[in-house]
């Protein structure tokens, strides 16, 4: 059961009463210029140095004077390395037409209360019978066919029996690229599927570039 309310209508929500935030690293800032040779140097953060989207004052001086010879910046990134910025990366993206996969990008170091509060107002504030955490197996995931189509169809067929929530990488590798064919197999295959909620969890710097460009331009609205 889906909430009466858009994503968008729970987000607001989410940011105006329980305070929800983003958080990005403030290494580098919008500011930063890289000489052409250096377009591709990337942050300690995973991030292309030009890719930054932090507009306060960043940690590397030599950055804040515009200076493409950047001699300041930290070699492994830590937590004073990064800041709460607003909310401003969400929305649904459309798949053959209807709504597909929703999404945010929120503070990793937010309580977890607020989060699982939003997620339970999508679901119609259903609360999820079972929750099944899938990880691991990214690189070297390796499984016979049979074995793997007998360990994903026992986990879609316990989520969509007990009103489960499966957590994953939501990356489209190992483990959970196999989650998510099962998903999609589910639903062609069952007459009246039942709805299964897939909530994939994963860092902002792990996600490709041209998926950041996508998430950030289906955004229709920035909440102040």
């Not at 935030?21 to 930063?32: A, D, F, G, L």
């Not at 001086?61 to 990134?77: C, Q, S, V, W, Y």
């Not at 994903?152 to 029996?161: L, N, P």
Request: proline share 3%; hydrophobic share 35%; glycine share 8%.
């Amino acid at each position: 059961m889906e909430s009466k309310k858009s994503w968008e209508d729970l987000i607001s929500r989410a940011i105006e009463v329980e305070k929800i935030v983003c958080r990005t690293c403030k290494i580098y800032n919008q500011k930063v210029r890289t000489s052409r040779d250096d377009a591709n140097m990337k942050c300690c953060c995973g991030r292309l140095v030009r890719r930054h989207s932090f507009d306060g004052t960043c940690l590397s001086l030599n950055a804040n004077n515009n200076n493409a010879e950047i001699t300041n910046a930290p070699k492994e990134f830590k937590r004073t390395h990064s800041s709460t910025v607003p909310v401003t990366v969400y929305g649904a993206l459309k798949s053959n037409g209807s709504i597909g996969c929703k999404y945010i990008r929120i503070d990793h170091q937010l309580p977890m209360a607020p989060i699982y509060e939003l997620l339970v107002n999508d679901c119609g504030d259903t609360k999820p019978g079972l929750i099944l955490s899938i990880y691991g197996g990214a690189k070297y995931f390796t499984m016979t066919e049979k074995l793997e189509k007998e360990i994903i169809r026992g986990i879609i067929d316990a989520a969509a029996t007990s009103n489960a929530w499966i957590l994953t990488t939501g990356v489209n590798n190992g483990v959970s690229k196999l989650i998510g064919e099962g998903i999609s197999h589910y639903r062609l295959l069952k007459a009246n599927p039942n709805k299964i909620v897939c909530i994939g969890l994963t860092k902002w710097g792990t996600i490709n570039e041209s998926t950041r460009f996508e998430l950030k331009h289906t955004t229709k609205v920035s909440i102040k």
